[in-house]
């Protein structure tokens, strides 16, 4: 993988927990743990405000506010949960809402077309801003993940929620679990689902409600929330002067992340492991609504983390850290928590090796995405390439482990697949091939070998160009589809950090979650596909998981997907057209 400046360590300001506090303090207003024997068995949703004021920055060299302002919707009598999930890429998104009352379950389908995508719920609310003379500069809704940055509103809450921490924005997003725990708060703060507005410097009232549908839909009570707003211009120079001096001073508003723009400016698509395009969410240091986890891997953003862990940044020396700078460095994801993965076995399997009939994991192939013609950079002048991102995942119903050992003295691990009983007790294992040690900076981790192929087909389906990229280091970048059976809502390994080992390493185990997948960008020369001596015409991207066959599934027949693509313009002036794919229209 090749790295991105803003992926490398930073330093930055600790924030403080001064959210969690916040949203703790707010539990006055939210009505006491209902008594089990006489409470309805649907959540009481409400929406509340963290504080009643907040202060938002506008920078100068890129004007514009992130309207994080701090309200809350909480769930009491019970979780939120929305189950949001397709049949097929030819079907529609649809959502229901899963009510438990004990060991009973059941679901509510929610209204045709209420949600298009996984992003969240659209329109959910309704912000209208007025300056001091009460004159109304602004009104928009914004949609909601309920996902979105969390935390407990009383102490009895659940210590840890259950729902992933992130609403998922691959186009091929299949199925997603939205929820807000029991006890507990999400931000409203759409982060990079939304725009920034163009506000001048000065004292604003905000009126924060959910819109009148929603209200209706899940028993909401019409009671808006009303913040004041401060808006400050500040200036990149200003804040990096301030942070250069050690006394850096606390970002409090969306272009918080964008402090660092200097390194952006740098920025190139070379990114194997994602398109690298994706910037920290914008928000408060302390909203909790800062960059995701797993931010940095794929060509689309990531939604806001969860609160808890998204505000214990690392200290670097006397030096804090900021949420403007984070970046993935060594055992470590954004800075906000460590993602240690897990273990390999201490020495490589002896006996024979078998295939017990155990669950397996279920390798599949989304169609590319992120789909762009470019030059060959510095390293390839004069020449066309067709650029995407690929991803495979895993459907299940059991986790893909792979562990490789080294031999003293060799530079190939030797790999093996493990295999697990419905108990978690490794049961068996067969030889799968092996991980290769890849020094170029940038990359310096172990690579798992033929784990996917990529190749460009003519019309006529015929192999015409292949990618030099077959092997990777497993991470779980993107949440796929959360609602097959056992999937893994917490996946621990999704970064390179967790699982793909050091020059030094003796053993490396690398994992792909049940529900979650890989996502690679092949934009490099001789990863991206050659296309500056092809006709113009239609051609098929073609990702193939397991090409060799060599890990055991479940089911082979599902592992290719074709992606169509049409090529266009004059030689050092390619154009690509991407047709939609069934009813997903992204290219």
Not at 173 to 200: D, I, K
Request: aromatic share 8%; hydrophobic share 30%; proline share 8%.
């Amino acid at each position: 993988m090749t790295r991105l400046p803003q992926d490398r360590p930073r330093r930055l300001t600790r924030p403080s927990l001064a959210v969690a506090a916040a949203v703790a303090v707010t539990a006055g207003v939210v009505a006491a743990a209902p008594d089990a024997k006489t409470a309805e068995p649907t959540p009481k949703l409400s929406l509340i405000a963290a504080s009643t004021s907040v202060t938002l920055d506008s920078w100068t060299e890129d004007p514009g506010v992130y309207l994080d302002l701090g309200t809350y919707l909480t769930s009491e009598n019970g979780a939120f949960e929305l189950k949001v999930t397709r049949k097929s890429y030819k079907d529609p998104v649809v959502a229901e809402q899963v009510l438990r009352n004990g060991k009973k379950t059941r679901t509510k389908a929610l209204p045709t077309g209420l949600v298009n995508d996984f992003a969240g719920l659209p329109d959910f609310t309704r912000i209208t801003l007025t300056d001091a003379a009460g004159s109304t500069v602004l009104e928009k809704t914004e949609a909601f993940c309920p996902n979105n940055a969390s935390g407990r509103i009383r102490p009895d809450a659940p210590a840890n929620s259950k729902y992933p921490e992130s609403c998922p924005t691959n186009p091929f997003t299949l199925g997603s679990v939205w929820g807000v725990e029991n006890g507990w708060a999400s931000n409203t703060y759409s982060g990079f689902y939304t725009e920034p507005v163009q506000l001048e410097p000065g004292t604003y009232t905000a009126e924060i409600n959910v819109t009148e549908k929603y209200r209706d839909l899940f028993g909401i009570a019409d009671q808006p929330q009303t913040v004041k707003v401060v808006v400050r211009e500040r200036s990149w120079e200003e804040s990096a002067g301030s942070a250069s001096g050690g006394s850096a001073k606390t970002t409090a508003s969306g272009h918080g992340a964008h402090a660092q723009h200097g390194s952006h400016a740098e920025h190139s698509t070379h990114a194997e492991h994602g398109a690298g395009a994706d910037t920290p969410a914008p928000g408060a240091a302390t909203s909790g609504a800062g960059p995701s986890y797993n931010a940095g891997h794929g060509p689309y953003p990531s939604a806001p983390p969860a609160l808890p862990w998204a505000l214990k940044r690392k200290s670097l020396g006397k030096q804090a850290v900021t949420a403007a700078e984070t970046g993935d460095g060594s055992g470590q994801t954004d800075g906000s928590r460590q993602a240690p993965g897990d273990r390999p076995n201490a020495k490589r399997p002896s006996g024979k090796a078998s295939v017990p009939d155990v669950p397996k994991p279920d390798l599949r192939s989304l169609p590319a995405f992120g789909i762009t013609v470019n030059d060959g950079y510095e390293e390839a002048p004069g020449k066309d390439y067709l650029a995407f991102s690929a991803n495979v995942w895993n459907a299940g119903p059991a986790k893909l482990v792979v562990d490789g050992f080294r031999s003293p003295g060799k530079e190939v691990m030797d790999a093996y697949q493990y295999f697990y009983d419905t108990d978690g007790n490794q049961v068996g294992y067969t030889p799968t091939g092996g991980m290769e040690w890849d020094p170029r900076p940038g990359h310096e981790h172990w690579h798992f070998l033929d784990f996917a192929s990529y190749r460009l087909l003519t019309a006529d389906q015929k192999e015409t160009v292949r990618s030099g990229k077959e092997a990777f280091c497993l991470a779980n970048t993107d949440a796929v589809d959360y609602t097959v059976k056992n999937a893994d809502w917490h996946p621990d390994n999704t970064d390179l950090s967790t699982a793909c080992g050091y020059e030094n390493s003796i053993s490396v185990r690398e994992v792909l979650d049940v529900g979650s997948g890989d996502t690679y960008t092949q934009d490099l020369p001789g990863q991206s596909f050659d296309i500056t001596d092809l006709p113009n015409g239609t051609y098929y991207i073609q990702v193939l998981a397991n090409p060799e066959n060599r890990l055991k599934e479940t089911d082979h027949s599902n592992n290719s997907a074709l992606r169509e693509v049409v090529l266009g313009g004059e030689k050092g002036a390619r154009t690509v057209t991407v047709p939609p794919h069934h009813l997903v229209d992204a290219n």
